[in-house]
């Protein structure tokens, strides 16, 4: 027979991983003290230490090693277990591989500009966003060119919006894809989730649809938008993505100078 340590050395565990097993039966030492307590394990039950140890390293669940342990499956049992074990592998491995991507671009994000917190950026999917809307040309995606649409047309809006007996929610813009001359289509919405608000001349309600973003906060006047837009779009470049549509900005503090605080959001997809 022999000691807890002595058998922990020789199946290269610590005791106290000895006793966990014993504590969940994968493990039941040969025999226990019944003065001292102590535990006592014979040389035969090192092969099931070491089927054990082999099957945790494999990274199978405490419930799969007690099935194996206790009965011998089948062969073709025990290769569809190895199978799942390799696709949940897999899967990881490309997660990892993603996220290590996301790392260096952060890297190359901090090294290359101070625009933008590249810690900040989060990569997630919307929520559904229902909205009452007014859209208009502006000459380009440039602040001086979109401000004024905003200027115009979110006061109207919030008007038309409140008159309907509604009340105005969080201020969204999103965009259409340029035209050959530079000019883009500007949407200006207010969130009005299940309000009711007519459309009518100049109004619709839109649903946005739910999508993966790269998403990161602005602080700061509308003006220096651009800088950040420019950085996010690198660094989604760089963490192998690819982008899936145009921006939608989530104006959640407005001061009376312009926006605060931004979320900008922009569809990505592998």
């Known amino acids: ?9 020789l199946g290269q565990v610590s005791p106290r991983m000895l006793r966990h097993y014993d504590q969940l039966g994968l493990l039941k030492p040969e025999s226990v003290d019944s003065w001292t307590g102590y535990r006592s394990y014979s040389v035969q039950q090192l092969g099931r230490l070491h089927r054990l140890v082999a099957l945790r390293d494999l990274g199978f669940k405490l419930e799969q090693i007690s099935e194996l342990l206790d009965q011998e499956p089948a062969v073709e049992q025990l290769r569809g277990m190895l199978r799942r074990r390799q696709a949940e592998l897999a899967q990881t491995v490309a997660e990892e591989q993603g996220r290590l991507r996301r790392v260096e671009a952060h890297l190359r994000a901090i090294e290359r500009s101070s625009t933008m917190q590249s810690q900040d950026v989060v990569i ?147």
């Open 1 to 9: 027979m022999l000691s807890i340590g002595e058998f922990a050395r």
């Open 124 to 270: 997630k999917t919307t929520e559904p966003l229902r909205l009452a809307e007014a859209n208009d040309v502006a000459q380009s995606l440039s602040p001086e060119h979109v401000g004024p649409v905003f200027r115009r047309l979110a006061p109207e809006l919030a008007g038309r919006i409140q008159q309907a007996g509604a009340q105005p929610g969080m201020l969204v813009g999103h965009y259409e894809e340029p035209a050959e001359d530079g000019s883009v289509v500007v949407h200006v919405g207010f969130e009005i989730g299940d309000q009711t608000v007519p459309a009518a001349d100049g109004i619709d309600i839109v649903k946005l649809p739910v999508s993966e973003v790269a998403s990161v906060i602005h602080r700061g006047e509308m003006d220096g938008i651009a800088p950040v837009y420019e950085s996010l779009i690198r660094w989604i470049e760089d963490s192998g993505y690819r982008l899936a549509g145009y921006g939608r900005e989530l104006y959640l503090e407005m001061t009376a100078t312009g926006a605060s605080v931004t979320e900008l959001q922009v569809p990505i997809t592998k």
